[in-house]
């Protein structure tokens, strides 16, 4: 059994939808026992390995820091993330029961990576800056007990809906907008099993790595119908692995199935992130 979360009710669903929709985030404490998330740890640390053996099998988003997008069967506990009912029922309830999986990959920030510039994960579309509408999400799991010294994830709640021209590539607040995301900064510190959900657009970063540990953290993108993101990535699934989804995954997977799978070279690239700051 790797589901510890009690049942989820429409009433908890519902909560945590307008939770994103006012803060950007919400969490979902214990959502998996910890030897899930010690699995999810070797899992990435095998596809980390794998990832930097070949060229931009792993993309820098800043000093010391990694990203690797991987196939869903590279991801033991793929299958119990993407139906743990909290996910599904979220990403249904803000996206849609048409949402589709799109992304699976993973952060590393490593000892000496440093404070990223404050930023979304992507542009802002028009339909979530001028109408108030989320068409994304991404689902994060922690695959390792985050504590101060390890550069834990800052975000500023409240901010998945801010749109300034002054952006630069639509992404990135210049500094001397800073000021409104550190007087909101919230620093997280999920524990093993921990899981959040969250608008990429609320504005974050990672901070400074001073252990000697590394954070890695898997995360999963889901857009409603038409939002376009999974033109920026390659997921792909086996015939044999697809056969041993059951027809409620199949139907939110809309990726290609193959006799082999190919080696993902990284092309979502955010612009700036390769400067942390000093």
Same mark, same amino acid.
């Given at each position: 059994?790797?589901?510890?979360?009690?049942?989820?009710?429409?009433?908890?669903?519902?909560?945590?939808?307008?939770?994103?929709?006012?803060?950007?985030?919400?969490?979902?404490?214990?959502?998996?026992?910890?030897?899930?998330?010690?699995?999810?740890?070797?899992?990435?640390?095998?596809?980390?390995?794998?990832?930097?053996?070949?060229?931009?099998?792993?993309?820098?988003?800043?000093?010391?820091?990694?990203?690797?997008?991987?196939?869903?069967?590279?991801?033991?506990?793929? %299958?119990e993330?993407?139906?743990?009912?909290?996910?599904?029922?979220?990403?249904?309830?803000? %996206?849609?029961?048409? @949402?589709?999986?799109?992304?699976?990959?993973?952060?590393?920030?490593?000892?000496?990576?440093?404070?990223?510039?404050?930023?979304?994960?992507f542009?802002? &579309?028009?339909?979530?800056?001028?109408?108030?509408?989320?068409?994304?999400?991404?689902?994060?799991?922690?695959?390792?007990?985050?504590?101060?010294?390890?550069?834990?994830?800052?975000?500023?709640?409240?901010? *998945?809906? !801010?749109h300034?021209?002054?952006f630069?590539?639509?992404?990135?607040?210049? =500094?001397?907008?800073?000021?409104?995301?550190?007087?909101?900064?919230?620093?997280? @510190?999920? =524990?093993?099993?921990?899981?959040?959900?969250?608008?990429?657009?609320?504005?974050?970063?990672?901070?400074?790595?001073?252990?000697? =540990?590394?954070?890695?953290?898997?995360?999963?993108?889901?857009?409603? &119908?038409g939002?376009?993101?999974?033109?920026?990535h390659? %997921?792909?699934?086996?015939?044999?692995?697809?056969?041993?989804?059951?027809?409620?995954?199949?139907?939110?997977?809309k990726?290609?199935?193959? !006799?082999?799978?190919t080696?993902?070279? *990284?092309?979502?690239?955010?612009?700036g992130?390769?400067?942390?700051?000093?």
């Amino acid at each position: 059994m790797t589901t510890t979360t009690p049942a989820i009710t429409d009433t908890d669903v519902q909560a945590m939808r307008d939770r994103i929709y006012t803060d950007g985030i919400v969490g979902v404490p214990g959502a998996f026992s910890t030897g899930w998330a010690d699995q999810l740890n070797r899992d990435i640390q095998v596809a980390f390995e794998e990832a930097r053996s070949r060229e931009n099998g792993a993309i820098g988003r800043g000093p010391n820091r990694w990203y690797v997008e991987v196939h869903p069967e590279q991801i033991s506990g793929f %299958l119990e993330l993407v139906t743990h009912p909290a996910v599904t029922g979220v990403c249904e309830a803000v %996206l849609g029961p048409d @949402y589709e999986i799109v992304e699976i990959g993973f952060d590393i920030p490593f000892e000496g990576a440093m404070n990223q510039p404050w930023h979304r994960d992507f542009p802002s &579309p028009e339909l979530t800056y001028r109408d108030k509408k989320l068409n994304s999400l991404a689902i994060n799991a922690t695959a390792v007990d985050t504590a101060e010294d390890m550069g834990p994830f800052e975000v500023a709640p409240g901010t *998945q809906f !801010d749109h300034d021209p002054s952006f630069k590539h639509d992404m990135f607040p210049p =500094k001397d907008l800073w000021s409104r995301y550190e007087e909101r900064a919230v620093r997280k @510190y999920p =524990k093993r099993g921990d899981i959040s959900i969250r608008s990429a657009l609320t504005i974050h970063r990672g901070t400074a790595n001073q252990s000697a =540990k590394s954070r890695p953290v898997l995360v999963l993108g889901v857009d409603a &119908p038409g939002a376009g993101h999974g033109a920026l990535h390659d %997921l792909a699934v086996t015939k044999g692995f697809w056969e041993t989804l059951p027809e409620s995954v199949r139907a939110h997977l809309k990726c290609p199935v193959v !006799d082999e799978l190919t080696p993902i070279t *990284q092309k979502h690239d955010i612009e700036g992130l390769v400067m942390g700051e000093a």
